[in-house]
């Protein structure tokens, strides 16, 4: 399992260098892959999501991050649209500091529940990603973003999955302190 996860990560090592700046420049799918890389409150809260699916088990393996991409693409669309929502940067951020914690201290969350939190989540990240999409290709932006969401998702999950419990809620222990400390950058 440790294998898979270096595979994943190492695939996604070079897309850190475009950043959250120059999406234009780097053609539309690659700007959308490296959206999420580029900046520490989507990483966070992408890998957090799978390493609480992780650690619950069960149906929200594959749950948590289905919704959370679903949501994300409809928040993407609202984005792109030019229909607002509130406190969008700030729900980002909750979503970092609330998604670690919840993990961290292995908080009992019904499914229905966790899931609702993680599309509201979702949705506020893609609607970061939509209001910040090129002009040109949108779909293939959508398209990398999506699968760079899947990509962390799917880490965090290996993560949880190949490491001792204690490990992987400390990991998101480590990045609920990251959201708060973001909070105040």
């Known amino acids: 399992m440790s294998r ?10 070079p897309s850190l260098a475009f950043g959250h700046g120059g999406h234009v420049e780097t053609g539309a799918f690659a700007a959308g892959f490296g959206h999420p890389l580029g900046g520490a409150d989507h990483l966070l809260a992408m890998v957090a999501v799978g390493l609480w699916a992780g650690l619950s088990g069960g149906r929200a393996v594959w749950a948590l991050p289905v919704t959370f991409v679903t949501a ?21 951020i909750a979503s970092v500091i609330v998604i670690g914690a919840v993990a961290a201290l292995q908080v009992r969350v019904a499914l229905p529940v966790s899931a609702a939190l993680i599309a509201l989540f979702g949705m506020a990240h893609g609607h970061a990603h939509g209001t910040e ?16 969401t899947a990509a962390l998702h799917a880490a965090g999950v290996m993560l ?13 222990a480590l990045t609920a302190a990251g959201g708060a ?5």
């Not at 898979?4 to 090592?13: M, N, Y």
């Not at 999409?133 to 760079?148: E, H, I, T």
């Not at 949880?160 to 998101?172: D, E, Q, V």
């Open 4 to 13: 898979i996860l270096l595979i994943v990560l190492a695939s996604l090592a």
């Open 160 to 172: 949880a999955r190949a490491t001792l419990a204690p490990i992987s809620r400390g990991f998101c």
């Open 72 to 92: 994300m693409l409809a928040g993407a669309m609202l984005g792109t649209l030019g229909v607002g929502l509130p406190a969008v940067e700030h729900t980002i």
């Open 133 to 148: 999409g090129p002009a040109f290709g949108f779909a293939m932006y959508v398209a990398g973003f999506a699968l760079a």
């Open 181 to 185: 400390a973001l909070a105040f950058m």
